[in-house]
């Protein structure tokens, strides 16, 4: 049934150009509180979200949402650990680093965190779910199940999924925070995207890292650029596999999950060599080494 009470919000982002208006924090909070109580029909919450998508969402919307979003996540803190937000459409071409990652900085006593859930819109890949769901994990990888640290964002899966398409959910998702982890890193497929990250999570890491990374994600595959921020500053860096030596040629074609999880059970060297990269990069953040170079030569 229709909740009247909600039009105003629907208003704001579904009367046309014209029309349609940003909304406060406070607003777009109340629309979300709404939402997440049950009190409004799956059709007006298809109808806001690709409203607000193509509206478009502001840094003042998006920074409101992901500061309620974080205080509905379960929390468990795990000391010495760093979040890895990958996009919840997943990967379609190549195969997960996580578990690599993590076999290789166990030694150095860090932590990985992970967060997913079943497949979101609009690209039909492999999931980070998926992946853990099949695996056996590292004690010192921890992945945390939506459903379960906040089951209000994963409930309206059925509903992304109907609409098929990205929303802005897309964007606020990636980083959960589930272990007040002190440092994180995500990806992004367009570099004004970094802003919108910067925006909504720069308050809640001591150290966040925004890679251009593989499909979106922030995995390393070949010659990119990323943003650490810290203390109200961006360095923008490019970093390049082939200074490394690392040769490995990134696939285009989609492959299953079944063939996913055969490259990570059995990695080829080079793909081993990008995951010490991606490692070095962690491990660095983590002030275990005093550059990116000396983080890889440590790990090689």
């Known amino acids: ?91 379609r071409n190549n195969p997960y680093m996580y578990i690599q990652i993590a076999q290789i900085l166990q030694p150095h006593g860090i932590n990985i965190v992970i967060t997913g859930d079943k497949l979101q819109p609009g690209k039909s890949g492999v999931t980070a779910k998926d992946i853990a769901d ?48 002190a440092v994180a890193i995500t990806g992004v497929f367009h570099k004004p995207f970094m802003q919108k990250y910067q925006a909504m999570f720069q308050n809640r890491y001591k150290k966040l890292v925004i890679v251009k990374g593989n499909e979106g994600t922030q995995e390393i595959y070949s010659k990119t650029l990323l943003w650490t921020i810290q203390d109200g500053k961006t360095i923008e860096q490019k970093i390049d596999p082939a200074r490394y030596g690392i040769t490995y040629r990134k696939s285009w074609d989609s492959i299953t999950l079944e063939q996913s999880l055969q490259m990570i059970q059995n990695p080829t060297e080079d793909f081993l060599s990008l995951a010490r990269l991606n490692s070095a990069l962690v491990l660095y953040l983590m002030d275990k080494a005093k550059s990116i170079d000396e983080a890889y030569e440590r790990l090689s």
Not at 161 to 168: A, F, M, P, S, V
């Open 1 to 91: 049934m229709t909740n009247d009470n909600f039009t105003p919000y629907l208003k704001a982002v579904a009367t046309g150009a014209k029309h349609n208006y940003d909304m406060t924090a406070q607003q777009i909070t109340e629309a979300f509180e709404m939402i997440f109580r049950g009190s409004v029909s799956p059709e007006q919450i298809g109808a806001f979200l690709v409203g607000w998508r193509l509206k478009p969402e502001t840094n003042t919307e998006l920074e409101a949402v992901a500061k309620l979003f974080d205080s509905l996540v379960k929390k468990q803190t795990i000391e010495n650990s760093c979040e890895l937000g990958y996009p919840y459409d997943g990967k």
């Open 134 to 181: 099949n695996s056996t994990l590292p004690s010192n990888l921890h992945f945390f199940d939506r459903a379960k640290v906040f089951k209000q964002l994963s409930s309206l899966t059925d509903i992304r999924n109907n609409l098929g398409i990205r929303t802005g959910l897309n964007t606020i998702e990636r980083l959960a925070n589930p272990a007040n982890s």
